[in-house]
């Protein structure tokens, strides 16, 4: 961590990572003071002007005995949420990568519980996900009891799906082809329907056969990724309780193959699958990170304080130093 200029910020340092392309900034927030607004973390998060990512993970120290990290994890437009079973397996590997520690299961303390993580060979991680959420008010879901599947009503439109959460919330629909799902359409109405107070990742199933699925998922906060660990989870419970999948099911998403697991009714899910490191970086933070003192002057690097969004979102920092 370098000393700040005159009028700059410190540098902070991270790493570009993805699980099947669903792709991520990593912070070690334990080595290095860190603190992100949400304007902030959307211009880091565009494809164009800054760095790029589906999500920001953050690495802290745990707040909870026999726990060996906290994992805080970031959407691209700023909101903080619950999980991200891609970002847990590239966390396992950041972790290590950065020699924060040397173990091979790692306990991660989430937002929703705390997650482990077993690092196999080659950059391959299973991760534990807990036990699928089904009761409606916990996922939150608004229904009056719980069902496998749910009818929901999309302006003229009705469609069935099923209510998980995997410490996140999601919609599975199980579709004939995912090529041709309406993944764009469908996706941001349901993904903030009302009867997901809390908003939803919204995955589209296509039954291969029982032990072989695709998916594609439009992410809350992220829109459509090209894969999303919580979204296969979500989905194998969803083709599980629907009887269509066994237990052990091969997800293609766009990006690759996971492999799920799930016994059924009160088991955790286990999803398998592999990490990639693509390269470390530095920015430059702002000196001053308020928003209505920021000068949006071009710098020639990738500047959080360029903010298209300035004065627009003045919320709490997302992250404390
Ligand atoms: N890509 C993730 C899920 C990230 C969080 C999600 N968009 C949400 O808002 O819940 C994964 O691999 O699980």
Redesign the pocket.
């Known amino acids: 961590m370098s000393q700040p200029r005159r009028g700059q910020g410190p540098m902070l340092s991270f790493t570009k990572m993805h699980?099947l392309g669903?792709d991520f900034m990593v912070v070690d927030a334990i080595s290095q003071p860190f603190r992100l607004r949400p304007d902030m973390i959307r211009e880091l998060a565009d494809r164009h002007f800054g760095i790029g990512f589906?999500?920001l993970l953050v690495v802290e120290p745990p707040g909870l005995p026999d726990v060996d990290f906290r994992y805080r994890?970031f959407?691209s437009d700023g909101s903080e949420?619950?999980?991200?079973?891609?970002?847990a397996r590239c966390f396992a590997r950041f972790v290590r990568d950065q020699r924060l520690t040397n173990k091979k299961v790692i306990r991660v303390q989430t937002a929703k519980g705390v997650i482990e993580l077993r690092v196999g060979r080659g950059g391959m991680v299973t991760v534990d996900m807990g036990v699928p959420e089904l009761n409606p008010p916990a996922i939150p879901f608004a229904a009056d009891r719980r069902k496998d599947v749910y009818t929901v009503e999309v302006g003229d439109e009705t469609v069935e799906l099923s209510a998980i959460s995997m410490g996140?919330p999601h919609g599975v629909l199980v579709v004939d082809d995912v090529d041709a799902a309406p993944v764009g359409e469908l996706g941001p109405r349901l993904e903030s329907h009302p009867r997901f107070p809390a908003r939803a990742?919204i995955g589209f199933l296509q039954i291969i056969d029982r032990s072989h699925a695709r998916l594609r998922v439009f992410?809350?906060?992220?829109g459509e990724?090209m894969?999303?660990?919580?979204?296969a989870c979500a989905a194998v419970v969803a083709g599980c309780l629907r009887g269509l999948l066994d237990s052990r099911v091969d997800v293609e998403l766009k990006g690759g193959h996971l492999v799920i697991e799930w016994q059924g009714e009160g088991a955790p899910v286990m999803m398998e699958g592999p990490t990639a490191s693509v390269f470390e970086g530095q920015l430059r933070l702002p000196g001053d990170q308020s928003p209505r003192r920021r000068k949006s002057t071009r710098q020639g690097d990738t500047r959080p304080g360029h903010n298209r969004q300035q004065n627009r979102h003045r919320q709490p920092a997302t992250s404390k130093p």
């Open positions: 699980g669903n589906d999500q994890i959407n949420v619950e999980q991200c079973g891609n970002g996140n990742n992410e809350r906060g992220s990724t894969a999303c660990g919580s979204g």
